[in-house]
T-cell receptor, first 113, second 116 residues
Framework: GNSVTQMEGPVTLSEEAFLTINCTYT??????LFWYVQYPGEGLQLLLK?????DKGSNKGFEATYRKETTSFHLEKGSVQVSDSAVYFC????????????FGKGITLSVRP | NAGVTQTPKFQVLKTGQSMTLQCAQD?????MSWYRQDPGMGLRLIHY???????DQGEVPNGYNVSRSTTEDFPLRLLSAAPSQTSVYFC???????????????FGEGSWLTVV
């Protein structure tokens, strides 16, 4: 079955540091890939997505590239801010006709001033 | 834009009680689903629906019931609450059943449920 593996957390960075959050997946076919973010006390928001190999999703300074050869979708940001403190989830969209998402465990990012 | 609306946001239940988490979307989305979020486990699919009158089980359906009488609403019922059902519940919707067309799933703000 499908699975998503995220790097272990939590992660603590200083403001303006470079961020990489690793995500790898196992799936059949060509799934769509997503990053969702959950700010403290709030629901999930779509951060970015990519629907085919070599696509790059980007939003709010975050980027992730769909790498089929390494089955990865790592999230990066060049300079994090305190307001980026949140839980980040990598997710895979099932290739079947049921719109099912498979999530990684999530990783908590804390950014210090 | 209301999007996906869940109620209540917080609820405390006693073991054995029943309750319904409400979910409504105003985007005329065909597909709706319920996930639960537990620490260190990400989100797991409970039930989903591909249209009014059609529901199916997800990964962790036991102890939950759903129905889809209208396109807009997809309530989740806890039949006899257990402490293991303490979790954060998210309702979600999307306009189609497939991702290949660029379809995106939209989530509600979550319902924090504690069973004591």
């Amino acid at each position: 079955g499908n699975s998503v593996t995220q790097m272990e957390g939590p992660v603590t960075l200083s403001e303006e540091a470079f961020l990489t959050i690793n995500c790898t997946y196992t799936a059949t076919g060509y799934p769509s890939l997503f990053w969702y973010v959950q700010y403290p006390g709030e629901g999930l928001q779509l951060l970015l997505k990519a629907t085919k190999a070599d696509d790059k999703g980007s939003n709010k300074g975050f980027e992730a590239t769909y790498r089929k050869e390494t089955t990865s979708f790592h999230l990066e940001k060049g300079s994090v801010q305190v307001s980026d403190s949140a839980v980040y989830f990598c997710a895979l969209g099932d290739t079947g006709a049921n719109s099912k998402l498979t999530f990684g465990k999530g990783i908590t990012l804390s950014v210090r001033p | 834009n209301a999007g996906v609306t869940q109620t209540p946001k917080f609820q405390v239940l006693k073991t054995g009680q029943s309750m319904t988490l409400q979910c409504a979307q105003d985007m005329n989305h065909e597909y709706m689903s319920w996930y639960r979020q537990d620490p260190g486990m990400g989100l797991r699919l409970i039930h989903y629906s591909v249209g009014a009158g059609i529901t199916d089980q997800g990964e962790v359906p036991n102890g939950y019931n759903v129905s889809r009488s209208t396109t807009e609403d997809f309530p989740l019922r806890l039949l006899s609450a257990a402490p293991s059902q303490t979790s954060v519940y998210f309702c979600a919707s999307s306009y189609s059943r497939e991702f290949s067309s660029g379809n995106t799933i939209y989530f509600g703000e979550g319902s924090w449920l504690t069973v004591v």
